[in-house]
């Protein structure tokens, strides 16, 4: 069951692993603010969340697809088909929108200085499904320098497929007992992360809005709940 940020023992754990876009990158503003002006010029503007569900549904679609894509094929793939069900078809230029606005997402605002405070006491890592190049322009703006960077692309799977975090854990190298795992996504972390024995922290992003946005809606329930990374700090380093 869901219980407290308290229940969880800071003592117990060496490595904090993180999703990347939606937890720690407000990628459903940076999502919608490329796909805006796109629907936009050809006369179909939605909403921010029809849009964000549009997104989440189709992107799980394309990622599932054989034989694996990198994730700048896949947001091609995503801007595409969106053209499809709404009934136009996207230029070059707009195919390319999404992965080439991912570098510039912004950081939710407690980020920087929540990955400072907790690289005090713990090894931190990314588990994100993203290619290489990609995440580089993310990990400038993060300024952290994490210990472990796992990705889609070295994987050639994405989550929620088992597959990424037991690649993640054999390739940090600890036993998954010392390993806490926190992230936005009910659908891509905390139950396939939840499923390979890690306890999980979820980071309600979306708190009071209705829906899941650009995650598929999923039932899964994180060992606890922060409202943001701050509240994780405050429990995790001791002053």
């Known amino acids: ?69 990198n994730y700048r094929a896949v947001l091609e793939e995503a801007v595409e088909e969106i053209g499809t069900s709404l009934g136009w078809e996207p230029t070059s230029t707009e195919r390319r929108a999404l992965w080439a606005s991912l570098p510039n997402w ?55 497929d088992l597959l990424v975090f037991e690649y993640a854990l054999e390739t940090i190298g600890v036993d998954k007992q010392a390993v806490l795992h926190v992230a936005q996504s009910l659908f891509h972390d905390i139950a396939p992360a939840r499923q390979c024995g890690l306890t999980t922290v979820w980071v309600d992003r979306r708190r009071g809005r209705k829906g899941s946005g650009a995650t598929p809606p999923a039932h899964a329930l994180p060992h606890c709940v922060v409202p943001d990374l701050n509240t994780l700090v405050s429990h995790m380093v001791q002053t």
């Open 1 to 69: 069951m869901t219980g407290s940020i308290l229940s969880i023992d800071p003592a117990r754990f060496e490595v904090l692993t993180f999703d990347c876009y939606g937890t720690l990158i407000d990628w459903e503003a940076g999502i919608y603010d490329a796909l805006r002006p796109i629907l936009i010029a050809h006369g179909t503007p939605l909403e921010k969340e029809a849009v964000l569900e549009l997104y989440a549904g189709i992107e799980v679609e394309v990622e599932r697809r054989e034989p694996f894509r």
């Open 106 to 160: 912004p950081p939710f605002p407690d980020v920087a200085g929540a990955l400072r405070a907790l690289k005090q006491a713990y090894r931190l890592a990314v588990v994100s499904n993203v290619d290489d190049d990609l995440f580089a322009g993310t990990s400038r703006q993060l300024n952290i320098g994490f210990d472990w960077v796992v990705t889609a692309q070295r994987v050639r799977a994405y989550k929620p």
